[in-house]
């Protein structure tokens, strides 16, 4: 059996559309960009507006299931090669150790993904 982790690190990516809003400093100038290539901005807004509830899904999850001993922090992707994790911190996303919401060791890095962020 594994130890409880100390720290629970949630690693998240930014959606498309932050990453056209970032390129394009506004979200008028990145609608114009995508709607000027004949896409539709409606996309970019429902895939960004899925995310950011599976987030919240994720973060109510994860406040109602875990002790209070254990911390939780979130750290975007681009910060990553960064940041240092302690040695019993729990990780989860892609590759790397993933946790389901009781604090257990989940039996595949995708399991957040599919449970959280399914369509």
């Not at 056209?20 to 901005?41: C, D, K, M, P, W």
């Not at 899904?57 to 990553?80: G, H």
Request: aromatic share 12%.
């Amino acid at each position: 059996m594994f130890p409880p982790p100390e720290k629970i690190v949630v690693v998240t990516r930014k959606t498309a559309l932050e990453e056209l809003i970032q390129r394009h400093n506004s979200r008028e100038q990145a609608r114009f960009y995508v709607e000027a290539r004949g896409a539709t901005f409606a996309g970019y807004e429902a895939e960004h507006d899925s995310y950011e509830r599976a987030l919240e899904t994720l973060r109510l999850a994860l406040a109602k299931a875990l002790p209070a001993s254990v911390r939780l922090q979130w750290i975007e992707r681009d910060f990553l090669p960064q940041f240092v994790f302690g040695e019993r911190d729990g990780r989860g996303f892609e590759g790397v150790a993933a946790l389901d919401c009781y604090g257990r060791r989940a039996r595949d890095a995708g399991f957040w993904r599919r449970r959280c962020f399914a369509r």
